[in-house]
């Protein structure tokens, strides 16, 4: 089983729709998550952090289930500038370990007008 | 707002030839990583140091690779004897605090070998 899996996409929708991703992790000691969002050939950039209560930044929603190990990125109001390959991230902290990344393998969002 | 500066941003180099990828983490962070992704594929994590020593390392990150922090600014990759199949983006990361703080990552260097 992958440590990270996402919906395989691509999602390609409206300007001003609303799509949501999934994606769930293996090692239930992860203690922290995050999205980034990837454009193409550039670096990962933080978009949010995952917190168990939920969380929402402007027209991002994230949500994550501890007991299903769950993630959920939601985007509504879809613009064309949020066409990037969103990037599911967790990280395992303890013991000798000092916060190792796990990425998903990205889900790919073309936004269109 | 800070951010993690890599140079070159494109290395393109021989096969056998050994490189060094050069960093500046964000000053007041203490963690400091590297990651890599070959073309396609996912990002996948290399190594992560702390205090001046490794901290934690993955299987691709072998004898070929070293890191080191050789002054108060900058954190380096070094890959030697480099291989066809080094060829990705590498990524160098850092973080203020590991675990709970997420990690702000460099715009990468593209690594071609030839």
């Known amino acids: 089983r992958k440590e990270v899996e996402q919906d395989p996409g691509p999602f390609n929708v409206p300007e001003g729709a609303t799509v949501a991703f999934n994606c769930t992790y293996s090692n239930s000691a992860s203690q922290s998550f995050f999205w980034y969002r990837q454009d193409c050939r550039k670096e990962p950039k933080l978009l949010m952090s995952?917190?168990?209560s939920g969380n929402e930044d402007g027209r991002f929603t994230a949500q994550l289930n501890r007991a299903s190990q769950y993630i959920s990125l939601l985007i509504r109001d879809s613009k064309l500038s949020d066409s990037a390959t969103y990037l599911c991230?967790?990280?395992?902290?303890?013991?000798?370990?000092?916060?190792?990344?796990?990425f998903g393998q990205g889900t790919i969002l073309t936004v269109h007008p | 707002e800070p951010e993690v500066t890599q140079t070159p941003s494109h290395q393109v180099t021989q096969m056998g030839q050994e490189v060094i990828l050069r960093c500046v983490p964000i000053?007041?962070?203490?963690?400091f990583y590297w990651y890599r992704q070959i073309l396609g594929q996912k990002v996948e994590f290399l190594v992560s140091?702390?205090?001046?020593?490794?901290?934690?390392k993955s299987e691709i990150f072998d004898d070929q690779f070293s890191v080191e922090r050789p002054d108060g600014s900058n954190f380096t990759l070094k890959i030697r004897s480099t291989k066809l199949e080094d060829s990705a983006m590498y990524f160098c990361?850092?973080?203020?605090?590991?675990?709970?703080?997420?990690?702000?990552f460099g715009d990468g260097t593209r690594l071609s070998i030839l």
């Open positions: 990361a850092s973080s203020e605090v590991a675990g709970f703080q997420p990690q702000h």
């Open positions: 995952v917190y168990s």
């Open positions: 991230v967790v990280n395992y902290a303890g013991g000798t370990s000092y916060g190792k990344l796990t």
């Open positions: 140091f702390y205090n001046n020593e490794i901290s934690e």
């Open positions: 000053s007041n962070h203490l963690y």
